[in-house]
């Protein structure tokens, strides 16, 4: 799926690059004092957008393409003007309204406030002017775990090989964090080194450390219906949000995950069970 996308983005941008140069030189000389009125790439609209849209329009994130460069701009924004007129992007359901006033703010909240949709809107409208370009912010650097400022990573003690077969195996890796103090997480992600073959992940806390040896010399246990630890509790849970790949063979799977299946069907039962 991945390589799909990025193999769009990047014949997108190739051919946006001709416009790109064409619109640079054409507005090198107009650049405008009024940045509030008309607002430019480089200053008001690109640091609004790594904000508002990046954290899932990006190489390798959620959403279904990449908003990352100017370029990709240049191609998306009259239909980006569009949805953010509209309250559909960024995505945000919490809307006060007469039936629902919000009288408390919501922490996160990725809405966009009237006037940074009336600015986004303008600067569409104004042609999407670049502006100053030595005023552009730095570029976000998600890196191949998609998380801004990572400060942890941890990965599995050894490689679990997926049998064949299509029957789903739900194991439990166990991983010591090394923490010697309570940590808070503020934002997580699993990164499968096979993302064909794991179809979701829940991290646990096992506060008795009795997981490591249940794991035998493999690294990790079955674990069919939980993690069998007294007094879990949950961390993280994880799921792909991209349509699997199927049928693809087995391979080597170094996933850096607490847990994993190869198909869907039980998976789905087993959650059923868990939440009712
Ligand atoms: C929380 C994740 C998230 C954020 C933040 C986000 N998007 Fe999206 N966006 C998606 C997903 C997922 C899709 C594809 C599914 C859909 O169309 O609903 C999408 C689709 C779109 C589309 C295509 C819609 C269509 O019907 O073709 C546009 C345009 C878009 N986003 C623009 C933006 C803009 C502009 C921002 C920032 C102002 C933004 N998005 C922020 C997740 C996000």
């Known amino acids: 799926m991945s390589s799909?996308?990025?193999?769009?983005?990047?014949?997108?941008?190739?051919?946006?690059?001709?416009?790109?140069?064409?619109?640079?030189?054409?507005?090198?000389?107009?650049?405008?004092d009024d940045e509030a009125d008309?607002?430019?790439?480089?200053?008001?609209?690109?640091?609004?957008?790594?904000?508002?849209?990046?954290?899932?329009?990006?190489?390798?994130?959620?959403?279904?393409?990449?908003?990352?460069?100017?370029?990709?701009?240049?191609?998306?924004?009259?239909?980006?003007?569009?949805?953010?007129?509209?309250?559909?992007?960024?995505?945000?359901?919490?809307?006060?309204?007469?039936?629902?006033?919000?009288?408390?703010?919501?922490?996160?909240?990725?809405?966009?406030?009237?006037?940074?949709?009336?600015?986004?809107?303008?600067?569409?409208?104004?042609?999407?002017?670049?502006?100053?370009?030595s005023k552009r912010p730095q570029r976000l650097n998600f890196g191949a775990t998609g998380l801004l400022d990572k400060t942890n990573t941890f990965a599995m003690s050894k490689a679990f090989e997926v049998q064949g077969g299509g029957k789903d195996?739900?194991?439990?890796?166990?991983?010591?964090?090394?923490?010697?103090?309570?940590?808070?997480?503020?934002?997580s992600?699993?990164?499968?080194?096979?993302?064909?073959?794991?179809?979701?992940?829940?991290?646990?806390?096992?506060?008795k450390g009795t997981a490591v040896a249940k794991a035998g010399p493999d690294g990790s246990y079955p674990c069919f219906g939980g993690p069998q630890l007294e007094q879990p509790s949950l961390l993280v849970a994880w799921a792909p949000t991209m349509a699997k790949r199927r049928g693809s063979r087995c391979r080597r799977a170094p996933t850096s995950s607490c847990r994993c299946t190869t198909t869907r069907t039980r998976t789905r039962s087993w959650t059923r069970r868990r939440s009712s």
């Not at 195996?169 to 934002?187: H, M, N, S, V, Y």
């Not at 992600?189 to 506060?207: L, R």
Request: hydrophobic share 40%; glycine share 8%; aromatic share 10%.
């Open 4 to 32: 799909r996308f990025s193999f769009g983005a990047l014949a997108a941008s190739a051919a946006a690059m001709l416009v790109v140069s064409l619109g640079a030189s054409a507005c090198s000389s107009s650049s405008s």
């Open 38 to 133: 008309n607002p430019t790439f480089a200053q008001t609209i690109e640091p609004l957008v790594q904000d508002k849209c990046q954290k899932c329009h990006r190489a390798g994130g959620i959403a279904p393409f990449s908003l990352e460069s100017y370029e990709d701009w240049k191609r998306m924004g009259g239909v980006a003007k569009l949805k953010v007129q509209a309250r559909e992007m960024p995505p945000w359901g919490a809307f006060s309204d007469e039936k629902c006033k919000i009288e408390h703010k919501f922490k996160d909240d990725i809405s966009m406030t009237d006037d940074q949709i009336a600015k986004f809107a303008k600067w569409v409208d104004n042609g999407m002017p670049m502006g100053d370009e």
């Open 169 to 187: 195996d739900i194991r439990c890796f166990p991983l010591d964090p090394g923490f010697t103090t309570d940590q808070w997480i503020g934002a």
């Open 189 to 207: 992600n699993v990164v499968p080194g096979e993302p064909a073959v794991v179809h979701h992940v829940i991290v646990f806390v096992d506060p």
